[in-house]
């Protein structure tokens, strides 16, 4: 007898489907999503199986909510697992929510999403040919400041030269460790051993490694490079959770300046794209990452 794996719902009638390039100036320079628009029918193996075939990141599945105060809900699911929260999925899955029609801006221009993490807000500012929108994220908390002892990290950091922030373990949900650079070309010219940091990932509990530097005379204030090995993934082109994570860390350090509360990002040129990631940190504290979606693909899933 044949195995034909997890049990697949069959479906009479194709679905919705949609690629999405988050925190893109233009198409092809983020960091690509897979959305599927009608969920229904569909059970958790088979949206483990769907994500596992797109073999992205993550893919997400739109549907209705099922909390009175959301818009809409999502799920999201990595090629291995189903998971709380990510930036980027967030915000293309509200860009495919907005496309389809699915989801409509509410009150003070703000759709509220539904996901394992909570009711999260989503702001949406510009015309709908160049808008922007920026999720709230579940803010980081500075767990330690790394110590003579964490062998693996300092291991996955011999030979790069640190800026002034002694590298640091945060957690939001998710933990990252995060390490500034003294410049950008040190993070421009990085290179990562991925067995260091996959063991640095494996002995903490942690995504991986996220390195950054200051920049001057750039439109961006901060270059990025994340490195998430702990899920199988050798660099993140563009990574709102992890960016989230280090205005967090920055706020919570006191060393926020010369970069102001509102800032932006350059991720993934090392990986032949060019992301921009817009932070923000309100009044209250709240972290903000936000950027331009393009759908580049569009058309039915027949599962």
């Not at 483990?48 to 009175?68: G, K, R, S, V």
């Not at 993934?268 to 504290?285: F, H, K, T, V, Y």
């Amino acid at each position: 007898m044949i195995n034909d794996g997890p049990a697949l719902v069959s479906a009479t009638k194709p679905r919705g489907f949609s690629q999405v390039d988050v925190f893109s100036p233009r198409p092809g320079q983020g960091n690509p999503l897979a959305v599927v628009h009608v969920s229904d029918g569909l059970d958790t193996a088979s949206m483990q199986a769907i994500a596992n075939w797109t073999n992205l990141a993550e893919t997400t599945f739109l549907m209705p909510a099922t909390l009175a105060e959301a818009d809409y809900r999502v799920r999201i699911f990595t090629t291995r697992q189903e998971i709380a929260f990510a930036g980027h999925p967030s915000i293309g899955s509200a860009h495919a929510a907005l496309a389809t029609g699915l989801a409509t801006i509410g009150e003070g221009s703000i759709l509220k999403q539904e996901c394992l993490a909570g009711v999260l807000p989503i702001r949406v500012t510009g015309d709908p040919d160049a808008r922007t929108l920026s999720v709230r994220v579940p803010r980081s908390r500075i767990v330690r400041y790394a110590a003579d002892g964490d062998a693996a990290l300092w291991h996955a950091l011999r030979d790069c030269r640190l800026g002034r922030l002694p590298p640091a373990l945060v957690e939001g949900g998710r933990r990252w460790w995060l390490a500034e650079m003294a410049g950008e070309a040190d993070v421009r010219t990085m290179q990562p051993d991925s067995y260091a940091i996959a063991a640095l990932a494996k002995a903490t509990g942690s995504l991986g490694l996220c390195v950054f530097a200051r920049c001057t005379g750039q439109a961006h204030g901060l270059v990025v490079r994340a490195y998430p090995l702990g899920v199988g993934l050798n660099e993140d082109p563009a990574s709102g959770a992890a960016n989230a994570a280090i205005a967090a860390f920055l706020d919570e350090a006191g060393a926020l300046d010369g970069l102001g509360r509102a800032y932006r990002v350059s991720q993934g040129r090392e990986m032949s794209r060019d992301a921009q990631l817009q932070l923000e940190i309100d009044p209250e504290g709240q972290v903000w990452v936000g950027g331009q979606c393009h759908t580049v693909v569009e058309g039915s899933l027949h599962w």
